[in-house]
């Protein structure tokens, strides 16, 4: 069990993720303020004003992270996001820490805090910040983060730096200055904060906002279960352990016993204190054994439960203890229940062989002897299974079926692999899958696995993208002999004679100003009839005079005419200057469609030249996408076989591991083995070499 003083990386346990969920983040950044109550007023709508930041909201929130990230980066290129442009920033800062890529989303949050935050803001901001360095395993970028903070951090999130920084100074063997960091703090008395209240499953909560989702989606690397995990109220507890083992470390025993002590005495709640309690007699027997003090060792370790993560170091250092303490019996009692455990544990191994030695101490060599021959036997079966389990991990098999059983959500370098109860030689192999190396090794991998999966759905996408392009191009040649043809029908060149020569006619009558040119049909035909009956007039005036046509009447029907024509003359006067307004607008209306159509005309024939060359253009971008995902997809390839190979070889060292240990086990066993039968032989020819009395 890892405790909370080893230089790997602890996860935070429920009261970070509690305090930071409630708005760390958003808070540090100075887009929100302080945690609200469940009594408070609900946030305000956030309301999206650009359909592209929307499209990105709308893949956060189906939990489709890579897929935001990669759209929020394509529209931060094309500056699409307008006023949401730095509330987007802050997101992408976000789920590029959601990845762990904490150096990215430091530059971003670094550019965002240089632009006027506040000392409390930025304080928040290089805390969360190593929060997530550390929790990558890089404790002296956490350790410069936190050298940022200026004072104190706000409430109780203060409580969580000192734990913070005390791990992190533990991480980089500097013991003295993690106990000065936790020494207020396991000082403190604070009381246990009020219970939840109670969901009203008939008025369920509303779905979190985007402030909470994304916080949330950052915070996940912290929220997961652990062994250890301090509640609200535990989080002192787990100062004080750190603070024994930091002052140990240090050389103050004295004042790291007093801590571990009282942890070690402590009444439980629950299973975390229960295991922080056992961790911390744990620590202090060992501690004992190496003070020689087997009796305080004895007394620590007695404490301990028999059933629990750390049982099986304390049956074996309760046995040393007892031996120390000249009490053989009470030693083998201790080892034989421990003997009789998981063979795979290092504890139990080296039981067997203590069984053996507290047999020889009692004078059983017979029974020692059986006992280091049977330890030997259990070693070599150990030995081979271990062999077999190597020689298993040579085939990559193991690793699909561990990522078939803890497949990522997109990338989420945050989710561990937990699943893993299908795996070959478990039992084998439990131990180097848990590890902190193996589990980020393992996300790498699967992020890898899923980007080359990505690039592969790119490559079948182009295919079909290449597939639409070819239909479009053949139903584009298709139709080209229809246009060509409607083409030849639209011909404005052939209309252009007939416009020029209307409106030389019309400037003819302008200058003119003849009246007659205007008429309408009804006035072209009185013209036309007039004409007639002065033409008929005029004859019948010419030939003698008859009786049918006295000169009389013919002077008549003259005067008629005359009058006849002066109404019509003034007709067509008051008509002209508006017919001459409405020709001149009709000639320009016709020669501006005129120009429209040769226009349209030439667009058709450049869209034909266009199109075509369009097409080459989309085949062009097309093949380069493709060769740029093949080039890409070869280091990635090689990135992800090296990638599971480096996994294998971390499993295989961890195997390897257990046989050196085995390998160093059978060697004391036989050693004390071989001492037992020298014992045995001097004892048989004793009699026969001693002196006569």
């Known amino acids: 069990m890892t405790h909370p003083s080893s230089s790997a990386p602890r996860r935070p346990g429920p009261l970070l993720a509690t305090l930071l969920v409630a708005g760390q983040l958003w808070a540090c950044l100075g887009l929100a303020g302080p945690a609200r109550a469940a009594s408070d007023p609900p946030e305000p709508e956030h309301v999206v004003r650009a359909p592209h930041y929307g499209e990105v909201l709308f893949h956060f929130h189906q939990d489709q992270t890579f897929t935001a990230l990669t759209s929020l980066m394509v529209s931060q290129q094309f500056d699409r996001l307008g006023v949401h442009a730095d509330e987007a920033e802050v997101l992408r800062g976000g789920l590029l820490l959601s990845y762990g890529m904490h150096r990215e989303a430091g530059q971003v949050f670094e550019r965002l805090i240089d632009h006027g935050a506040t000392p409390e803001v930025r304080n928040r901001a290089w805390y969360y910040l190593a929060r997530v360095r550390y929790t990558r395993g890089e404790p002296q970028a956490a350790d410069a983060a936190l050298a940022h903070i200026q004072g104190e951090l706000p409430g109780a999130l203060d409580d969580d730096r000192r734990l913070l920084q005390a791990q992190v100074k533990l991480a980089l063997a500097q013991p003295a200055l993690a106990a000065e960091a936790l020494t207020p703090l396991a000082s403190a008395d604070k009381p246990r904060p009020p219970a939840p209240a109670p969901v009203d499953e008939d008025n369920p909560p509303p779905r979190p906002g985007l402030l909470a989702r994304l916080t949330s989606l950052v915070l996940a690397p912290f929220s997961g279960p652990d062994p250890l995990a301090a509640n609200d109220a535990d989080a002192r507890l787990f100062a004080r352990y750190n603070l024994g083992i930091a002052l140990i470390r240090q050389g103050d025993a004295t004042g790291g016993t007093r801590w571990l002590d009282e942890l070690g005495q402590m009444p439980a709640a629950n299973e975390e204190q229960r295991a922080l309690r056992d961790q911390a007699n744990l620590a202090l027997g060992y501690a004992a054994l190496q003070r020689e003090a087997p009796e305080q060792a004895r007394q620590y370790l007695e404490r301990i439960r028999l059933k629990g993560p750390s049982s099986d170091k304390a049956l074996l250092g309760y046995g040393w203890a007892a031996l120390g303490l000249k009490q053989p019996k009470l030693a083998l009692v201790s080892w034989t229940e421990l003997a009789q455990r998981d063979p795979s544990q290092p504890a139990v191994q080296e039981a067997r062989l203590a069984v053996s030695y507290a047999l020889a101490e009692l004078g059983a060599d017979t029974q020692a002897r059986d006992g280091y021959q049977s330890a030997l036997g259990s070693y070599q079966d150990e030995d081979q299974r271990l062999g077999e389990a190597i020689a298993a991990l040579d085939d990559p098999a193991w690793l699909d079926e561990l990522l078939a059983r803890n497949p990522g959500v997109e990338m989420a370098w945050f989710r561990n692999a937990e699943d893993v109860h299908h795996l070959p030689h478990l039992?084998?192999?439990?131990?180097?899958?848990?590890?902190?190396?193996?589990?980020?090794?393992?996300?790498?991998?699967?992020?890898?696995?899923?980007?080359?999966?990505?690039?592969?759905?790119?490559?079948?996408?182009?295919?079909?993208?290449?597939?639409?392009?070819?239909?479009?191009?053949?139903?584009?040649?298709?139709?080209?002999?229809?246009?060509?043809?409607?083409?030849?029908?639209?011909?404005?060149?052939?209309?252009?004679?007939?416009?020029?020569?209307?409106?030389?006619?019309?400037?003819?009558?302008?200058?003119?100003?003849?009246?007659?040119?205007?008429?309408?049909?009804?006035?072209?035909?009185?013209?036309?009839?007039?004409?007639?009956?002065?033409?008929?007039?005029?004859?019948?005036?010419?030939?003698?005079?008859?009786?049918?046509?006295?000169?009389?009447?013919?002077?008549?029907?003259?005067?008629?005419?005359?009058?006849?024509?002066?109404?019509?003359?003034?007709?067509?006067?008051?008509?002209?200057?508006?017919?001459?307004?409405?020709?001149?607008?009709?000639?320009?209306?016709?020669?501006?469609?005129?120009?429209?159509?040769?226009?349209?005309?030439?667009?058709?024939?450049?869209?034909?030249?266009?199109?075509?060359?369009?097409?080459?253009?989309?085949?062009?971008?097309?093949?380069?996408?493709?060769?740029?995902?093949?080039?890409?997809?070869?280091?990635?390839?090689?990135?992800?076989?090296?990638?599971?190979q480096a996994l294998s070889r971390m499993a295989q060292d961890g195997l390897r591991q257990q046989q050196e240990r085995l390998a160093g086990y059978a060697q004391q066993a036989r050693y004390a083995l071989a001492q037992l039968l020298d014992r045995g032989r001097d004892a048989s020819t004793e009699p026969e070499h001693a002196p006569t009395p």
């Open 427 to 644: 039992r084998l192999l439990a131990p180097a899958l848990a590890g902190h190396a193996f589990q980020e090794s393992f996300k790498t991998w699967r992020d890898l696995r899923f980007l080359q999966d990505n690039l592969a759905a790119w490559q079948e996408t182009l295919a079909v993208y290449r597939t639409m392009l070819d239909e479009r191009r053949k139903a584009f040649l298709e139709r080209l002999p229809d246009v060509a043809s409607q083409r030849q029908q639209l011909d404005p060149a052939a209309l252009l004679p007939r416009q020029q020569q209307l409106d030389g006619e019309l400037a003819q009558a302008e200058a003119d100003a003849d009246g007659r040119a205007f008429a309408d049909a009804a006035q072209r035909a009185l013209l036309q009839r007039a004409d007639r009956a002065r033409d008929t007039l005029a004859r019948l005036q010419a030939a003698p005079a008859s009786p049918d046509a006295p000169a009389a009447t013919l002077q008549d029907a003259a005067e008629r005419l005359r009058v006849l024509q002066g109404l019509l003359a003034w007709d067509l006067s008051q008509a002209y200057p508006e017919r001459r307004w409405a020709a001149r607008k009709a000639l320009g209306d016709s020669a501006q469609g005129l120009q429209q159509a040769q226009a349209a005309r030439q667009a058709l024939d450049q869209a034909a030249r266009d199109e075509a060359q369009r097409f080459v253009q989309f085949q062009q971008r097309i093949d380069e996408l493709s060769r740029r995902i093949q080039a890409l997809q070869a280091p990635l390839a090689t990135a992800s076989a090296q990638q599971a």
